[in-house]
């Protein structure tokens, strides 16, 4: 049988089939019926709301991502603190931020001098010491040493003079704080075994207080230092503290040793800030062992229970006069400066001596640095050792002169601070302390000659200099 069976029959058809199942039925068509073919069409706004399940959808959706990136922000912050822990800054008073000046102006108040130091003096200076970082008077020597307490309050002279100062500080927000040592406030004889009675004589506090003074100061050798006294104090002072201000009471430490003085019930220091002299009490210029001996001696024994105030104290040598300012504006508390000690030259307006940049560059880089604010203080461990070598002292049979060092730090942020009370240079070893930075920028120098960044291991201290470092992280430049 021929494959081709008829004209125009293709492979496997039969012409003309009929229906199916029938006869005639064509098996050219398809044996599957395909399914109708739709054209693809994006879906509308109610299409999409009801596909997503109603609107409130867009709401759970904007949460969960706002929830997805502060989830990851959390992670985030706690990943750097691990990483590169701060302590959380602590809430200072006013008086732990002060810079405390020393003045003792004379009493009378015919005395126009310009360089008299009388109240009127004083007054005009103060806007400027303000300026300069000073946030506290200490007003001394006003009061005769054989006050009695009505005499505090009664003598109309000395009452006019502070006064006036009360309200010119006011004027420049200045702080005014009285100093009474030695004036016997409890109006008692001394006399051996005197002991100071609960009778406190407040009157004259209170007077004061509601004048507007911020604070008292007394030695440690007056009658009304003990607790009984205190405790009646504190109570008069409570009832002019208020949240934006409180009132303290400054103690100067003459003794070795400090008596502690807490209030048994309230566990609470009955004194704010104590007063402290790095060096002792000298006729004559200390020498530079001396100076260093006493310097390390306090670093070391320094406490940490109460605030301290540092004041120089001794009579310092001329050359060390610099390095004691930046010594007492970095270590912790609040520095106590003396007119016509350390910064004489503050109150000539018009001067441009390096004192006054020195001074105003310390004031206000401790009033923002956190670190030199109430960072931790960490003896470098070759202040005791001679770490530091000098070409000067090449001979073997010279000791090596050793510097003073130490670390404020906070968090990450180190300032490094260096003394050289010698009357040779000295290049600083940083192999001796391998944990240390070896690249810093200069924020302060005695001569104030020194500006940018510096390497450790190319520096070298002049004579009766100190620098303030601020060093830099590995791979930063906080």
């Known amino acids: 049988m021929p494959l081709n069976a008829g004209a125009g029959a293709g492979y496997g058809s039969v012409p003309d089939a009929g229906p199916p199942g029938g006869e005639g039925a064509s098996e050219t068509a398809p044996l599957l019926s395909p399914e109708p073919v739709h054209q693809w069409q994006p879906m509308n706004r109610q299409q999409l709301e009801a596909a997503a399940g109603g609107p409130g959808w867009r709401a759970v959706r904007c949460y969960l991502v706002v929830l997805f990136w502060l989830a990851w922000m959390t992670m985030l912050a706690v990943a750097i603190v691990v990483i590169n822990p ?13 810079l405390f000046y020393q003045i003792q102006p004379e009493p009378s108040p015919h005395v126009q001098d310009e360089r008299s130091g009388g109240i009127n003096a004083v007054c005009e200076r103060l806007p400027y010491l303000r300026s300069l970082g000073v946030g506290a008077l200490i007003l001394q020597g006003v009061f005769d040493k054989k006050a009695t307490p009505a005499y505090l309050s009664e003598a109309l002279e000395t009452k006019a003079q502070i006064q006036h100062l009360l309200a010119e500080s006011n004027k420049a927000d200045l702080r005014l704080v009285l100093n009474i040592c030695d004036v016997n406030p409890l109006g008692q004889e001394e006399m051996p ?10 009157d004259a506090l209170r007077f004061w207080l509601e004048q507007g003074v911020a604070g008292f100061v007394i030695c440690d050798s007056d009658p009304a230092y003990s607790v009984e006294t205190l405790q009646e104090w504190r109570r008069v ?43 002792p009490k000298s006729e004559q210029p200390l020498s530079a062992e001396e100076v260093a001996g006493a310097v390390e001696t306090w670093l070391q024994t320094r406490q940490e229970d109460v605030w301290t105030s540092w004041t120089v104290g001794g009579e310092v040598p001329v050359e060390l006069k610099r390095l004691f300012l930046v010594l007492l504006m970095t270590l912790p508390g609040s520095p106590a400066f003396r007119y016509g000690e350390e910064i004489d030259h503050t109150w000539d307006k018009e ?24 960072g931790s203080l960490t003896l470098l461990p070759f202040n005791a050792t001679s770490n530091f070598s000098s070409s000067s002292l090449s ?75 601020k060093l830099f992280n590995p791979g930063g430049y906080s």
């Open 193 to 202: 075994g005197n002991k100071p009675s609960n009778r406190s004589d407040t």
């Open 395 to 469: 001979n073997s049979s010279v000791s090596p002169r050793p510097v003073l060092a130490f670390l404020r730090s906070w968090g990450c942020v180190r300032f490094l601070v260096l003394l050289n009370v010698w009357a040779e240079p000295l290049s600083l070893d940083p192999a001796r302390a391998p944990g240390l930075p070896k690249k810093g920028v200069f924020v302060a120098s005695t001569g104030m000659n020194r500006m940018g960044s510096t390497y450790l291991y190319s520096l070298k201290l002049q004579p009766y200099e100190a620098v303030v470092i």
């Open 351 to 374: 001067s441009k001596h390096s004192d006054v940049a020195l001074f105003s560059t310390l004031s206000h880089t401790k009033s923002r640095e956190e670190a030199l604010l109430y």
């Open 237 to 279: 002072f409570e009832e002019f503290n208020t949240q934006q201000e409180e009132r303290i009471l400054l103690v100067e430490q003459t003794s070795d040793v400090l008596r502690p003085l807490n209030a048994s019930a309230q566990n609470l220091t009955l004194v704010n800030v104590v007063i402290r002299s790095i060096l």
């Open 86 to 98: 701060k302590p959380f800054p602590a809430t200072l008073k006013w008086w732990q931020k002060s």
